[in-house]
């Protein structure tokens, strides 16, 4: 499965990405939000992926690995729409997403999202997304209310620490 936004290629991501996956989750700058921390080492980055693979077989669609166009064989993040259960929201559809830091500011992260919104609305009988955000995390947060997400609840999912802010996009 392949997906295109203007400025993004976005495929199903597989076995040979392990390595983009640790590069991008094993970041300390890409966790400064995270409570949780980058991932320790490539084992866990391969759990992770094999996740991500195994969303995709199961539901037919989620997390996809991210590239430009301009250079479709780098990885340069990684999203989409998965389903996610957290005690206190119930399963959900959630938007999620990570960049490596070469790739901020430069709007793909509110283009990826307007891409996965699109294809949830295509492709997914779902009546809304949701956006798992920590509260200090302002620019994550921005680019969830560009396309209309709205703040919905607070998650408490962390012991210890502050909650996440829940966002919502009702779709119908």
Known sequence: MHYETER????????????YVFRIYGDPVTNQFNPAGPHADQ????????????????????LWAIADKAAP????????????DKDGLGT??????????????????????RGAIDYAQQYLEVDA????????????????????????????????ASPSRVLRLVLR
């Open 73 to 84: 064989q780098q990885v340069i993040g990684f999203g989409g729409v998965s389903w996610l």
């Open 43 to 62: 084992s866990v980055s391969n759990h992770v992926l094999d996740t991500w693979i195994e969303h995709w077989e199961t539901h037919g669609f989620g």
């Open 129 to 160: 997304l949701y956006g798992l955000v920590r509260n200090n995390h302002e620019k994550s947060i921005r680019v969830l209310e560009k396309p209309g997400f709205e703040h919905f609840d607070h998650l408490h999912e962390v012991p210890g």
């Open 8 to 19: 993004l290629t976005l495929r199903i991501p597989n076995v040979k990405d392990a390595a």
């Open 92 to 113: 959900v559809l959630n938007l999620g997403y990570r960049f490596a830091p070469s790739a901020w500011g430069q709007g793909l992260a509110t283009e990826l999202g």
